[in-house]
């Protein structure tokens, strides 16, 4: 079995900052692309940023040049360091990735999330 596990999530005021982890744990042969999405209250989820094997990064617009998507090929965790925050960052994120399982090849999963709560 192979679970994400997100944490870092909180309510902090607009222009702060926070750093979003997920860990990878289980039967992992390895680990493709990693990413994070999010869904606003009463939205759809949406792509925020993503990490391939290499470290190439990909953002969506509203993030580009506030937030930061890395990641510990060691540790099978990626990050989000999101900075000046806006309320409208305000959402559930969760962690995605793209692993080759020992059990049963290439899957995607997906961690059960961490909120976000920017206030004005």
């Known amino acids: 079995q192979v679970q994400l596990v997100e944490s870092g999530g909180a309510l902090v005021q607009a222009g702060g900052s926070l750093r979003l982890s997920c860990a990878a744990s289980g039967s992992i042969s390895s680990i493709n692309f990693m990413g994070w999405y999010r869904q606003p209250p009463g939205k759809q989820r949406e792509l925020v940023a993503t990490?391939?094997?290499?470290?190439?990064?990909n953002y969506v617009d509203s993030v580009k040049g506030r937030f930061i998507i890395s990641r510990d090929n060691h540790k099978n965790t990626v990050y989000l360091q999101m900075n000046s925050l806006k309320p409208e960052d305000t959402a559930t994120y969760y962690c995605?990735?793209?692993?080759?399982?020992?059990?049963?090849?290439?899957?995607?999963?997906w961690g059960k999330g961490t909120l976000v709560i920017v206030s004005s």
């Open positions: 995605n990735a793209d692993i080759v399982t020992l059990d049963y090849g290439g899957m995607e999963f």
């Open positions: 990490i391939n094997s290499d470290g190439l990064t």
